[in-house]
T-cell receptor, first 113, second 113 residues
Framework: SQQGEEDPQALSIQEGENATMNCSYK?????LQWYRQNSGRGLVHLIL?????REKHSGRLRVTLDTSKKSSSLLITASRAADTASYFC?????????????FGTGTKLQVIP | DAMVIQNPRYQVTQFGKPVTLSCSQT?????MYWYQQKSSQAPKLLFH???????NEADTPDNFQSRRPNTSFCFLDIRSPGLGDAAMYLC????????????FGPGTRLTVL
């Protein structure tokens, strides 16, 4: 299965601290995306990193990609209580003539005010 | 402005009673997806439409069907819901087949009694 494995499964930090989540996957990918999901809601796209990129920034988010290790990390700096949510990585890879998106298992982040 | 709309947000049905969930989009995207997400799990792709071309995932049960009468609307039909079909159902769209970014609706939470 291409499904990404994320760790940790759950993370609890104090407001102002940095949060790091990791994602590992199994096969070659075209790109990797990170999504956020608030409890009981749909997913919101955060950032996309292509297979030929190693690092990308967007505001307080920093994503790295290591294709040799088949892993990615999402760093949220200076966390806020509003960052409390589940975070999913999603890999995009060729599958049967089209590019398939497969979501990882998710990391549940709690930021304590 | 709402871009991907799902109705209803909460749906209760009885065991074996057919149910239809709806999704509409104002983005004019070519691709529409249906995902099933059970509690604390990753979203699982059921199928997607690329324009009128229907693509079913290999492990999607026959109990799940979909219709896309036009670009804006897509429906998920569950012919005979079982207790195991209780989940959040997420609709998403993307501009094209490259699936760079998916835009998700808020989801419909289905309860089966």
């Amino acid at each position: 299965s291409q499904q990404g494995e994320e760790d940790p499964q759950a993370l609890s930090i104090q407001e102002g601290e940095n949060a790091t989540m990791n994602c590992s996957y199994k096969t070659s990918i075209n790109n990797l995306q990170w999504y956020r999901q608030n409890s009981g809601r749909g997913l919101v796209h955060l950032i996309l990193i292509r297979s030929n990129e190693r690092e990308k920034h967007s505001g307080r988010l920093r994503v790295t990609l290591d294709t040799s290790k088949k892993s990615s990390s999402l760093l949220i700096t200076a966390s806020r209580a509003a960052d409390t949510a589940s975070y999913f990585c999603a890999t995009v890879a060729n599958s049967g003539g089209y590019q398939k998106v497969t979501f990882g298992t998710g990391t549940k982040l709690q930021v304590i005010p | 402005d709402a871009m991907v709309i799902q109705n209803p947000r909460y749906q209760v049905t009885q065991f074996g009673k057919p149910v239809t969930l709806s999704c509409s989009q104002t983005l004019n995207h070519n691709v529409m997806y249906w995902y099933q997400q059970k509690s604390s799990q990753a979203p699982k792709l059921l199928f997607h439409y690329y324009d009128k071309d229907f693509n079913n995932e290999a492990d999607t049960p026959d109990n799940f069907q979909s219709r896309r009468p036009n670009t804006s609307f897509c429906f998920l039909d569950i012919r005979s819901p079982g207790l195991g079909d209780a989940a959040m159902y997420l609709c998403a769209t993307s501009r094209d087949r490259d699936r760079d970014t998916q835009y998700f609706g808020p989801g419909t939470r289905l309860t089966v009694l």
